[in-house]
């Protein structure tokens, strides 16, 4: 087999793992717009977030550590103890649905039935907010996350390629794992999306919030449980990104990546969120490859964006979006 070709395939692959780092960003958006018909800019600052905090809780940080510091002229980092992974990220779950409640309360609840503008202009407050409230809690440096996940080159896999093509190829292990981690979460979020009663009350919150509310749909407890939700798949996000490239502010701008995945699946499909961040994954990928070098490289900076705008044309409303006919 002509050696180019195998490093196409390679990349193909490297490529659907990423796609798939790409789909649990965009996971949380399509939850939020699902519930209340908005784009939720601060997705990506609750990974960042979320990361931060299992972060700081793994390690027995103090927050507000720098503050307490200036205050008082103290010198306190550390509790002197750490916890295991698995009882951090428990508690990071609860911060991010005790973080749900409060958006609801504080945020939500007075904007019932507002223009979906006001709504998106409050999620960019929010996103803001968090951010700095986050490196007050934790501080600003760059953190090191680790869960336990494995990390570096899959040996079967090359192994097994070798054995095939004579070529073994180089896929990272953490891919692997986030995908596996991915399919379970695009099976689980579209079973509860589509068979349960409050996956359908979701639905109908995000059709018309007046008209859940005279059905007696609490748009107040959909709200919370979508936002916990999105907090959880902020989370994993947020795990699998920091595990990657380490607990940084870069981990915030994700986020933007997230949106020419919505753009080619469509804001309302959780399917749809994998399938445009596989596009995505490998289109970039294989144009960088292909087309990167006769150009000057460094494609994957615009090529998802570009892409997202050619399709806009074709079908705005994503392969997987609903198609939205208003009559007046």
Partial sequence: MPEQLLFAMEVTLNGLMTGVMYSLVALGFVLIFKASGVFNYAQGVMALFAAMTLVGLQTGQVPFAHLINAVFGTEIHHFGWELPAILAILLTLGVMILFAIVVERVVLKHLVNQEPIILFMATIGL????????????????????????????????????????????IDRLDIAASLIAIVLVISLTLFSQYTRTGRALRAVADDHQAALSVGISLRRIWVIVWAIAGFVALVAGVMWGAKSGVQFSLSLIALKALPVLMLGGFTSIPGAIVGGLIIGVGEKLFEFAIGPMIGGATENWFAYVLALLFLVVRPQGLFGEKIIERV
């Fill in 127 to 170: 996103a803001y907010f968090m951010e700095g409230f986050g490196d007050l809690m934790w501080g600003s440096d760059i953190k090191t996350i680790d869960v336990g996940l494995p990390q570096g080159i899959s040996e079967t896999v090359e192994a097994s390629t070798f054995e095939w093509f004579g070529y073994g190829f180089f």
